[in-house]
Every structure is written in structure tokens, then in C-alpha cells.
């Protein structure tokens, strides 16, 4: 492959490799390099976040990053940023020389594969083939010229069966209705999840999800996407703390605590951000209570949020003052202060199905509505809207909007998405909260439930539209299956009329006067027999005239609710007569008194004859409905006085339990009094370990009885090469540095036989440690893992080998024991007076050479002269040895150590048998 340094602007190419220049960062946008001078930065400079960061964003799923042997921790967060893409992430394994930054990689969870280069180049090699067949848009990054993200986004979509059946499938497994998320996004994840599998089917991919519960689990992990830091965007928390958090704080009462919500919070880093914002504006002097809400689905993700540990390679952009305000060092990391891990509750809520938190002064909903349907998004708007308080503050993350709901919320900084609730009442249809989507079916298309809700008022105004064309539009209404009037269509006044006193829409009551008993008739019938019903030559009255109306109900079909349809239509010919027409008939003689004609009389009576028998079937329905509702009443007042009884017996055992309770609850303000009491000397316990273990300086490993590591302290960090991501790892996982490949098996003997046992070990720098390890023994007495603790012996070593040169020059020389055993003599004694070393050392001094030392001058010099004197100097002594003959020395002594049994006697022996021959010869 070529290889040429990487300049501005130049378009990435395949079978290439580009190196940055020197002192200079790299990143990537549609597809071509951008090489730029670095900011001055505190601290050092992470060239490689910004890199892999750039290309998530540029190349979106069809991004890789691979992370090679180096030291500190660059490319973590670049790799993290990828992966939440939908990207593929490499770390090389052990036989990294410098495994630092793949180890701090790995410890996030972030990296799909852990491999030598020379596997990582293979599977490269195996992703670039690989072109799953049920997806369009699915070449990878390494097959062809690299696009720019804007072309990545023209590629289509497919959704077909296969995936329905993949959504329905985690819906069954995870009680998550994924359907009301982008496609895209799934879509994207399931492939990722094909290509780390080798799977080039949905066919074959949705076999292996029914077979294995550990897939599903790992989709499920993937498609929550977890894309967080602190202060991501940071102005738009300092815009947040500038424009919204002092209107929450203006006067509020020290008893009224700041509710805050964080949905989708993931690891806890914005969540834990918006808390520190809120100190800082609140300042030293007010201490309002904040209780935080923060919420997701993945509970693997609270967890590590619930802890508040993270590396730092996590806290690039939190400043050295916020470090010392709000965090500990802790084990090589840092960890949120206890005090503002105390203001959180961490639960899982879904977030499109489970009802809002409420009563909310502030809701911060960052980057989670961009994955899901438009019209969940809308439905979970109008959920905030409920959720705020009347001057709430809602935050969202910069690619969000609240587009279509300026009735709702009005914008106090619309740059960095700061809005504040417009106060108002939300109808209970705009919230629908649905039943969890584990109670559907798995079989149903998740395509088909979207919108039904948001849909259903447009189905039937669809559906009057149809039926209205055909009818030539005339004059009508659109009214629910109460009698609600959900649409007026053409000119209705003729024909309704507003009712005095309270606004209602009830057809019945806006009915002009002469309407109500023919039209409560034909809706009633058309009601009962499911078909169009017509009323011709109604006479109604209007402004004091009198008229003719026809008036046809035609119920609706084809939906789910019941719905009608109210036409009316004045006759072609017709006459307005005055009010003074008789509205209703009289005898025969009356006729004739107002002088009308026997045609108009003839009518008159027809009319009167309808209107009469029309009476008749009304008064006729409501003795029929008087007398269910009398049937329905007598039947409700035998179930409450059941449960009327029933409810008295419920109270005698409510008042039980309440005295239950009572007692109970008095037990647990005892408990909790005695566990805050307990949590108190745990913390302080906590704190004394913790700066008992700063204050040793000793490196202490403590292993559980699966040898996985239980705590550290931060000396044996590095000499075993640890992380505080290290915890509950087996210690197999760790590649320590000192050479030891018995470690464990000594540990499994400590462990097994309740012994203790030591060596000594050399580390990759060459330095000495005594290793000692012994049993963990718990208070009860039980074994339950084993203690390893490292002391540097570099120095002491190096004064025995010193030692032992001297004692090896010097004149012969023997190291005696309290016993007056040979510990060690040196080569000087054994020449001299021809003895093995062997079979000297461990041997009774008196009892060396046949008893040739068993002198009684010098028992008298160790028994009584050396221990009253505890050194001596040139003790003369005559002796006939059997191998030397009779030999003139001056031995010289000293006593070492502390108390009897740690003393050491050190003796030397200096022959002087022919100075003194020659002193005799010069006397002579």
C-alpha cells in the first residue's frame, strides 16, 4: 500500500496510508482529511479522539477505529464516539509492548474485538467483503472510495418482514416497542451486529436471535445508543446557567426542593454535569434541596452511573476547579463527591411508554428524540408539557427542535435549545400512554401501530369527506356516537344554534326549537338499526318564522368508533310561514274556525297525525329506558349494599393493618436510625482503609477466592499494572510487571492450605520485592481469598551482596547463631583450616572437625566474655589441630541483633603461629 503524509483537503483513498505531520491534528468531513495547526491546550493533547470522533461523525456506521499498543489513554473516547455510531472497534491484546491505551479502551466496554495486528488485519480484510443482502446502503468503508456523510444519508432504507420480525422480537424480549424508533438507526445496528457475526442474511440473523439469548441481549445493548460526556457543548450549559437555572432559583423557599429530569441520562456524565451547573449557580451561600431524576433503559448503564467512577480520559473537559470541587481521587480515576451522588435517583423508565415524572422545574432531554419516530417525539413533547411545572424549563440537545409546538413552550435561548412551558391545560388524548409492548403480539407488524391515536380525529374526517362528496355536500354535521359535534360542514346556522349558558357542543342542545324530538328519533333508530334514516318536511323554527327542513342521519362505517353524519336540507319548495302557524292541531271545529281549506286542514292533520305518532315512539323509548335504568338502579342498590358490607369488613382490616403498620413502621425508624448509624461508622471505616492504604505506601492486592480482584492500593497499581476498571476482574486478566508465572498456583496453595508463603520476584526494571501471601480471613474466621503484599528489598539486597564480598575477603570468618550453630562461613575459614563448606554450615561449632574447636578458652569467650563484653578484640588462643598442628590466633568478635532469639555472633580467626615464631627467632 502507498504511504504518504496526510495534507488539508486531500480525499481519502482505499489500499492508502496517511500519516499526520508533525505537531499538527487530524479529522476528517465528507470523505477528505482536514490537517490543522493544535490549539493550545492544558494538559495533553488527545490527537486521536479527535480524529476517530470526527470520523463517527463523517462516516456514521461505516466508520472503524483500531487502537494499538501506546501509553496514557488517547483513542478511548474516539472509540466510544464510533461505536455509539454504529461503527466497528478494534484494541490490540496482550502483545501490545505499551498496552496502555488498549487496556483503557477495553476497560469502557467500547471495543468489539480484542486481537493480535495480525488478526485485526484479517478481519479488516473479512469486514470489506462483507455486504449483508437484505440492506441497501450496505457497502463498507474499506470496499470503494470513502463518502461523505451527506451521501451516506441519500442511501435508501430497506424494511421489510425480516425486520419487522427482528423489531417484534425485541419487543417480546425487552418489553421496548422499537418500532416507534427511525428505522435508520435500527437498521444500522443490525447490520453492525450481522458483521461481527459473519451473517450476511436477516434470514439467517433473526435464526440466530430465536436460538441465542446472549444476541438478543447484545442487540438490545447496541440499539440504546449511550452518546454522553461532562459539559458536552459547553455553551450551551453556560447558557443554561446564564438564562435558565436563576429563574428556577428565584424565590424559591429553602423547603421547596429544584426537581430536575434526565431522561436517557447513560452513564450518568450529563446528568452529573447539570447537577454541578446548578451548584455553581446556587453558590456557597443558598443550600435548596435538588432531587434528580435521571432515567434510561439500559440498566447496565445506570449502574456505572449509579457508581460515579470514571477514567480520566472521561474528564478532559472538566476544569482543575470543578476536579477539586466535585471529585475524588479514587484508584487512579475519579469518582462524583458523595454529595451530589445523593441528590440522584437512577431507575429505568422507557421513555415512550411509561407516564412522565411530574411537578418538574427543569427537564434536560439531550440527543434522544434524533432516534426516535416524529410521532412518538410528539407525544413525548406534550408528556414534557405535562411533566414541567408552570415555568419549567425544558433543554435539548442541538440537532432537537420543538417545531409544531410553539402553543406548548416558547424559547428562551432557541440557539442552544432552551425553552420555558407556556402554562395551559393539556387534553388527556394528547398524552396516550400505551400499554407495554410486551402484551401485544409478537406476530403484529410494528409498522402498523405508529400513529393510530394521533391519527384517529383525521380517519374520520377522511371518512365524512368521502361520504359528504357523494352527498353533494349539503349543509351537515360530524357527530361522535354521544352526540358530540366534532365538525361543522357548510352553512349550519339555518338549522343550530349556540344554547344559552354554558358553551357545549351537544347536538341535541344547539338543535333549534321543533328539531330535537324527529332528529333524537332518527339518530336513535339509525343507532339501532346501523342505516340511513331520513325525516322529511321537519317544521322547525327560526328567528320567529316557521320552516320546513329534511333531515337524513347516515352512520359511519369502516371505524373503530361509532360516528354519524347529520345532514340538512331545506325542501325546493317552500314557504316561510309566521310564527303564528299553528304548531300543533286542533279539534275539527277550531280548523274551521281559522278558515283554512280542506287541502291545507287535510295536511295539517297528516302533519299532526306524524308528529304525534313520532311523540308516541319517543315517550314510548323513554318508559323503555326508564324502566332499565329502574332494573339497572334496584340491581345497583343490592351490589352496594354488598358492597357496602364488604367495604365494612375491608375497614375493620384496614384498621388491623393500620395498627400493623403502626408497629411496622416504628420498627423500620429503628432500623433506619441503626443503619444510618452503621452507615456512619461504614463511611468513616471507608475513610480510615483508604487513608491507612495512602499512608503505608505498600503495595496490597486483596483476591477473592475465584482469585478475581477485590481492592488495590495505589502502589500495587502499577506494580501489577492495574486500573480501577480492573476491579472484579480475574487476576489472569492482568498482565503484571514482574515476572511470575507461579503467582496463581501459589495463591490457590495459600488459599487451600491456610498456610502462608513468600518469594522473592524481579520486576521488568529489574527492582527486587519480597511477594508474601496469605490467607483473607473474615471476621468470622472463614477463608474467603488471600492477602498479596509486595516490599521493595532493591536496597537490601544490594547491602547483603555487599555484605557478603566483605565477608568473603576478609580472614576466615564464621556467622554463628544464638545457638552457636554455623550459619555461614566463608572461603578464607574453609581453606585455612581444610574443611568443606557443605558440611560446615548448619553444623555445632563445637562439633566441627572431630571436635577440634571445642577449645575451653573459647567457650569461656562465648559463654561469659562475649555476651557481658558484646564484642571482643584480639583474644589470644593456643591449639593443637590435627590437621595444622598446634596454631597461635587471635579471635575477634562481635554480637548482632536484637533479644535471643534474633542475635548473631560474628567471629574471625587470625593466625599469627609464625609472627610469633618469627618474634621468637628476632628474640633469639
Same mark, same amino acid.
Given at each position: 500500500?502507498?504511504?504518504?503524509?496526510?495534507?488539508?483537503?486531500?480525499?481519502?483513498?482505499?489500499?492508502?496510508?496517511?500519516?499526520?505531520?508533525?505537531?499538527?491534528?487530524?479529522?476528517?468531513?465528507?470523505?477528505?482529511?482536514?490537517?490543522?495547526?493544535?490549539?493550545?491546550?492544558?494538559?495533553?493533547?488527545?490527537?486521536?479522539?479527535?480524529?476517530?470522533?470526527?470520523?463517527?461523525?463523517?462516516?456514521?456506521?461505516?466508520?472503524?477505529?483500531?487502537?494499538?499498543?501506546?501509553?496514557?489513554?488517547?483513542?478511548?473516547?474516539?472509540?466510544?464516539?464510533?461505536?455509539?455510531?454504529?461503527?466497528?472497534?478494534?484494541?490490540?491484546?496482550?502483545?501490545?509492548?505499551?498496552?496502555?491505551?488498549?487496556?483503557?479502551?477495553?476497560?469502557?466496554?467500547?471495543?468489539?474485538?480484542?486481537?493480535?495486528?495480525?488478526?485485526?488485519?484479517?478481519?479488516?480484510?473479512?469486514?470489506?467483503?462483507?455486504?449483508?443482502?437484505?440492506?441497501?446502503?450496505?457497502?463498507?468503508?474499506?470496499?470503494?472510495?470513502?463518502?461523505?456523510?451527506?451521501?451516506?444519508?441519500?442511501?435508501?432504507?430497506?424494511?421489510?418482514?425480516?425486520?419487522?420480525?427482528?423489531?417484534?422480537?425485541?419487543?417480546?424480549?425487552?418489553?421496548?416497542?422499537?418500532?416507534?424508533?427511525?428505522?435508520?438507526?435500527?437498521?444500522?445496528?443490525?447490520?453492525?451486529?450481522?458483521?461481527?457475526?459473519?451473517?450476511?442474511?436477516?434470514?439467517?440473523?433473526?435464526?440466530?436471535?430465536?436460538?441465542?439469548?446472549?444476541?438478543?441481549?447484545?442487540?438490545?445493548?447496541?440499539?440504546?445508543?449511550?452518546?454522553?460526556?461532562?459539559?458536552?457543548?459547553?455553551?450551551?450549559?453556560?447558557?443554561?446557567?446564564?438564562?435558565?437555572?436563576?429563574?428556577?432559583?428565584?424565590?424559591?423557599?429553602?423547603?421547596?426542593?429544584?426537581?430536575?429530569?434526565?431522561?436517557?441520562?447513560?452513564?450518568?456524565?450529563?446528568?452529573?454535569?447539570?447537577?454541578?451547573?446548578?451548584?455553581?449557580?446556587?453558590?456557597?451561600?443558598?443550600?435548596?434541596?435538588?432531587?434528580?431524576?435521571?432515567?434510561?433503559?439500559?440498566?447496565?448503564?445506570?449502574?456505572?452511573?449509579?457508581?460515579?467512577?470514571?477514567?480520566?480520559?472521561?474528564?478532559?473537559?472538566?476544569?482543575?476547579?470543578?476536579?477539586?470541587?466535585?471529585?475524588?481521587?479514587?484508584?487512579?480515576?475519579?469518582?462524583?463527591?458523595?454529595?451530589?451522588?445523593?441528590?440522584?435517583?437512577?431507575?429505568?423508565?422507557?421513555?415512550?411508554?411509561?407516564?412522565?415524572?411530574?411537578?418538574?422545574?427543569?427537564?434536560?432531554?439531550?440527543?434522544?428524540?434524533?432516534?426516535?419516530?416524529?410521532?412518538?417525539?410528539?407525544?413525548?413533547?406534550?408528556?414534557?408539557?405535562?411533566?414541567?411545572?408552570?415555568?419549567?424549563?425544558?433543554?435539548?440537545?442541538?440537532?432537537?427542535?420543538?417545531?409544531?409546538?410553539?402553543?406548548?413552550?416558547?424559547?428562551?435561548?432557541?440557539?442552544?435549545?432552551?425553552?420555558?412551558?407556556?402554562?395551559?391545560?393539556?387534553?388527556?388524548?394528547?398524552?396516550?400512554?400505551?400499554?407495554?409492548?410486551?402484551?401485544?403480539?409478537?406476530?403484529?407488524?410494528?409498522?402498523?401501530?405508529?400513529?393510530?391515536?394521533?391519527?384517529?380525529?383525521?380517519?374520520?374526517?377522511?371518512?365524512?369527506?368521502?361520504?359528504?362528496?357523494?352527498?353533494?355536500?349539503?349543509?351537515?354535521?360530524?357527530?361522535?356516537?354521544?352526540?358530540?359535534?366534532?365538525?361543522?360542514?357548510?352553512?349550519?346556522?339555518?338549522?343550530?344554534?349556540?344554547?344559552?349558558?354554558?358553551?357545549?357542543?351537544?347536538?341535541?342542545?344547539?338543535?333549534?326549537?321543533?328539531?330535537?324530538?324527529?332528529?333524537?328519533?332518527?339518530?336513535?333508530?339509525?343507532?339501532?338499526?346501523?342505516?340511513?334514516?331520513?325525516?322529511?318536511?321537519?317544521?322547525?323554527?327560526?328567528?320567529?318564522?316557521?320552516?320546513?327542513?329534511?333531515?337524513?342521519?347516515?352512520?359511519?362505517?369502516?371505524?373503530?368508533?361509532?360516528?354519524?353524519?347529520?345532514?340538512?336540507?331545506?325542501?325546493?319548495?317552500?314557504?316561510?310561514?309566521?310564527?303564528?302557524?299553528?304548531?300543533?292541531?286542533?279539534?275539527?271545529?277550531?280548523?274551521?274556525?281559522?278558515?283554512?281549506?280542506?287541502?291545507?286542514?287535510?295536511?295539517?292533520?297528516?302533519?299532526?297525525?306524524?308528529?304525534?305518532?313520532?311523540?308516541?315512539?319517543?315517550?314510548?323509548?323513554?318508559? #323503555?329506558?326508564? !324502566?332499565?335504568?329502574? @332494573? *339497572? $338502579?334496584?340491581?345497583?342498590? /343490592? %351490589?352496594?349494599?354488598?358492597? &357496602?358490607? =364488604? +367495604?365494612?369488613?375491608?375497614?375493620?382490616?384496614?384498621?388491623?393493618?393500620? #395498627?400493623?403498620? !403502626?408497629?411496622?413502621? @416504628? *420498627? $423500620?425508624?429503628?432500623?433506619? /436510625? %441503626?443503619?444510618?448509624?452503621? &452507615?456512619? =461508622? +461504614?463511611?468513616?471505616?471507608?475513610?480510615?482503609?483508604?487513608?491507612?492504604?495512602?499512608?503505608?505506601?505498600?503495595?496490597?492486592?486483596? $483476591?477473592?477466592?475465584?482469585?478475581?480482584?477485590?481492592?488495590?492500593?495505589?502502589?500495587?497499581?502499577?506494580?501489577?499494572?492495574?486500573?480501577?476498571?480492573?476491579?472484579?476482574?480475574?487476576?489472569?486478566?492482568?498482565?503484571?510487571?514482574?515476572?511470575?508465572?507461579?503467582?496463581?498456583?501459589?495463591?490457590?496453595?495459600?488459599?487451600?492450605?491456610?498456610?502462608?508463603?513468600?518469594?522473592?520476584?524481579?520486576?521488568?526494571?529489574?527492582?527486587?520485592?519480597?511477594?508474601?501471601?496469605?490467607?483473607?480471613?473474615?471476621?468470622?474466621?472463614?477463608?474467603?481469598?488471600?492477602?498479596?503484599?509486595?516490599?521493595?528489598?532493591?536496597?537490601?539486597?544490594?547491602?547483603?551482596?555487599?555484605?557478603?564480598?566483605?565477608?568473603?575477603?576478609?580472614?576466615?570468618?564464621?556467622?554463628?547463631?544464638?545457638?552457636?550453630?554455623?550459619?555461614?562461613?566463608?572461603?578464607?575459614?574453609?581453606?585455612?583450616?581444610?574443611?568443606?563448606?557443605?558440611?560446615?554450615?548448619?553444623?555445632?561449632?563445637?562439633?566441627?572437625?572431630?571436635?577440634?574447636?571445642?577449645?575451653?578458652?573459647?567457650?569461656?569467650?562465648?559463654?561469659?566474655?562475649?555476651?557481658?563484653?558484646?564484642?571482643?578484640?584480639?583474644?589470644?588462643?593456643?591449639?593443637?589441630?590435627?590437621?595444622?598442628?598446634?596454631?597461635?590466633?587471635?579471635?575477634?568478635?562481635?554480637?548482632?541483633?536484637?533479644?535471643?532469639?534474633?542475635?548473631?555472633?560474628?567471629?574471625?580467626?587470625?593466625?599469627?603461629?609464625?609472627?610469633?615464631?618469627?618474634?621468637?627467632?628476632?628474640?633469639?
Amino acid at each position: 500500500m502507498r504511504v504518504r503524509e496526510a495534507a488539508d483537503g486531500i480525499a481519502v483513498e482505499p489500499n492508502h496510508i496517511y500519516v499526520i505531520p508533525p505537531n499538527a491534528d487530524i479529522t476528517i468531513a465528507d470523505g477528505a482529511l482536514k490537517v490543522r495547526r493544535p490549539e493550545e491546550v492544558h494538559g495533553p493533547r488527545h490527537v486521536i479522539d479527535g480524529f476517530f470522533e470526527s470520523l463517527a461523525q463523517d462516516q456514521s456506521e461505516h466508520a472503524i477505529g483500531v487502537i494499538l499498543s501506546g501509553t496514557a489513554s488517547d483513542g478511548t473516547r474516539g472509540l466510544e464516539a464510533i461505536k455509539a455510531e454504529g461503527g466497528i472497534t478494534f484494541a490490540q491484546d496482550e502483545s501490545a509492548k505499551y498496552d496502555s491505551m488498549p487496556r483503557s479502551a477495553i476497560s469502557t466496554g467500547c471495543v468489539d474485538f480484542v486481537l493480535s495486528p495480525k488478526d485485526i488485519a484479517g478481519e479488516l480484510a473479512r469486514i470489506a467483503r462483507h455486504t449483508p443482502a437484505d440492506f441497501q446502503g450496505g457497502k463498507e468503508l474499506l470496499a470503494g472510495k470513502v463518502r461523505g456523510r451527506s451521501a451516506l444519508k441519500r442511501e435508501g432504507v430497506a424494511t421489510g418482514d425480516g425486520y419487522n420480525k427482528i423489531v417484534g422480537l425485541l419487543r417480546s424480549h425487552s418489553g421496548v416497542e422499537f418500532s416507534l424508533y427511525k428505522p435508520a438507526t435500527l437498521q444500522r445496528r443490525i447490520n453492525r451486529r450481522m458483521i461481527l457475526l459473519k451473517i450476511r442474511t436477516l434470514d439467517a440473523y433473526l435464526s440466530r436471535l430465536r436460538a441465542d439469548t446472549a444476541e438478543r441481549d447484545a442487540l438490545y445493548q447496541d440499539v440504546l445508543i449511550s452518546v454522553t460526556g461532562f459539559f458536552r457543548n459547553p455553551d450551551a450549559f453556560q447558557a443554561l446557567g446564564n438564562a435558565a437555572l436563576p429563574r428556577i432559583l428565584k424565590g424559591r423557599a429553602m423547603d421547596d426542593p429544584i426537581r430536575v429530569w434526565i431522561p436517557g441520562c447513560s452513564t450518568g456524565q450529563e446528568a452529573y454535569s447539570l447537577a454541578m451547573s446548578l451548584l455553581e449557580v446556587m453558590g456557597d451561600e443558598a443550600k435548596v434541596p435538588i432531587q434528580i431524576y435521571a432515567t434510561d433503559l439500559n440498566e447496565a448503564l445506570l449502574e456505572r452511573a449509579r457508581a460515579g467512577l470514571y477514567g480520566k480520559s472521561l474528564l478532559q473537559d472538566v476544569s482543575s476547579e470543578r476536579l477539586r470541587r466535585f471529585f475524588v481521587n479514587e484508584e487512579g480515576a475519579y469518582r462524583v463527591a458523595k454529595s451530589i451522588r445523593e441528590m440522584f435517583v437512577f431507575a429505568k423508565h422507557d421513555l415512550i411508554a411509561d407516564p412522565p415524572f411530574s411537578r418538574m422545574d427543569l427537564i434536560s432531554c439531550r440527543n434522544v428524540l434524533i432516534y426516535i419516530d416524529p410521532t412518538a417525539q410528539k407525544r413525548i413533547i406534550s408528556s414534557f408539557h405535562y411533566a414541567l411545572k408552570p415555568k419549567g424549563i425544558l433543554f435539548l440537545g442541538a440537532s432537537e427542535t420543538i417545531s409544531g409546538f410553539a402553543e406548548l413552550f416558547t424559547a428562551l435561548d432557541r440557539k442552544h435549545r432552551i425553552y420555558s412551558k407556556v402554562p395551559g391545560y393539556i387534553r388527556p388524548g394528547n398524552l396516550p400512554f400505551p400499554a407495554p409492548a410486551r402484551r401485544q403480539p409478537v406476530s403484529q407488524p410494528a409498522a402498523a401501530e405508529p400513529a393510530k391515536l394521533a391519527l384517529r380525529e383525521l380517519d374520520v374526517q377522511r371518512e365524512a369527506d368521502r361520504v359528504s362528496l357523494n352527498r353533494y355536500v349539503p349543509p351537515s354535521v360530524l357527530v361522535s356516537d354521544d352526540l358530540e359535534i366534532l365538525q361543522f360542514r357548510g352553512e349550519t346556522g339555518p338549522f343550530l344554534r349556540p344554547p344559552r349558558g354554558r358553551a357545549s357542543f351537544d347536538l341535541l342542545k344547539m338543535a333549534r326549537e321543533g328539531m330535537l324530538l324527529p332528529l333524537r328519533a332518527a339518530i336513535n333508530k339509525a343507532r339501532k338499526e346501523n342505516t340511513r334514516v331520513r325525516k322529511d318536511n321537519v317544521r322547525i323554527d327560526q328567528n320567529g318564522r316557521s320552516r320546513k327542513v329534511h333531515i337524513e342521519v347516515l352512520p359511519l362505517k369502516n371505524l373503530k368508533e361509532r360516528c354519524f353524519l347529520v345532514f340538512f336540507e331545506s325542501p325546493a319548495r317552500h314557504s316561510m310561514e309566521q310564527s303564528s302557524a299553528p304548531e300543533t292541531g286542533g279539534s275539527a271545529r277550531q280548523i274551521a274556525a281559522r278558515g283554512l281549506s280542506p287541502r291545507v286542514e287535510a295536511r295539517e292533520v297528516v302533519q299532526l297525525r306524524e308528529e304525534l305518532a313520532e311523540t308516541r315512539d319517543y315517550l314510548q323509548s323513554l318508559q #323503555e329506558q326508564y !324502566e332499565a335504568a329502574h @332494573e *339497572e $338502579l334496584q340491581a345497583s342498590s /343490592e %351490589e352496594v349494599q354488598s358492597s &357496602n358490607e =364488604e +367495604l365494612q369488613s375491608i375497614n375493620e382490616e384496614l384498621e388491623t393493618s393500620k #395498627e400493623e403498620l !403502626e408497629s411496622t413502621n @416504628e *420498627e $423500620l425508624t429503628t432500623v433506619n /436510625e %441503626e443503619m444510618a448509624n452503621r &452507615n456512619s =461508622e +461504614l463511611t468513616r471505616l471507608t475513610g480510615d482503609l483508604n487513608n491507612l492504604h495512602a499512608s503505608v505506601d505498600m503495595a496490597i492486592l486483596l $483476591l477473592g477466592r475465584d482469585l478475581r480482584i477485590r481492592r488495590f492500593t495505589p502502589r500495587a497499581e502499577k506494580l501489577f499494572n492495574l486500573i480501577p476498571a480492573d476491579v472484579n476482574r480475574p487476576l489472569s486478566a492482568v498482565k503484571t510487571n514482574f515476572e511470575f508465572p507461579g503467582l496463581e498456583n501459589l495463591i490457590s496453595e495459600v488459599i487451600s492450605t491456610v498456610s502462608v508463603r513468600g518469594q522473592e520476584v524481579r520486576d521488568r526494571t529489574g527492582r527486587w520485592y519480597s511477594l508474601r501471601a496469605r490467607p483473607y480471613m473474615t471476621v468470622d474466621n472463614k477463608i474467603d481469598g488471600a492477602v498479596l503484599t509486595m516490599v521493595d528489598i532493591t536496597d537490601l539486597k544490594a547491602a547483603l551482596q555487599k555484605a557478603e564480598a566483605v565477608v568473603e575477603t576478609a580472614p576466615p570468618m564464621l556467622i554463628l547463631d544464638a545457638d552457636l550453630r554455623v550459619q555461614k562461613a566463608n572461603h578464607s575459614f574453609c581453606e585455612t583450616f581444610q574443611v568443606d563448606m557443605a558440611e560446615t554450615e548448619g553444623q555445632y561449632l563445637y562439633d566441627l572437625g572431630n571436635g577440634q574447636w571445642n577449645i575451653p578458652k573459647l567457650r569461656t569467650l562465648l559463654r561469659e566474655i562475649l555476651p557481658r563484653e558484646k564484642k571482643i578484640s584480639n583474644f589470644e588462643v593456643d591449639h593443637e589441630f590435627k590437621s595444622l598442628g598446634l596454631r597461635t590466633m587471635l579471635l575477634s568478635g562481635r554480637e548482632i541483633g536484637w533479644g535471643e532469639a534474633g542475635k548473631t555472633l560474628l567471629i574471625s580467626f587470625l593466625d599469627i603461629t609464625e609472627r610469633k615464631k618469627a618474634l621468637k627467632e628476632i628474640e633469639r
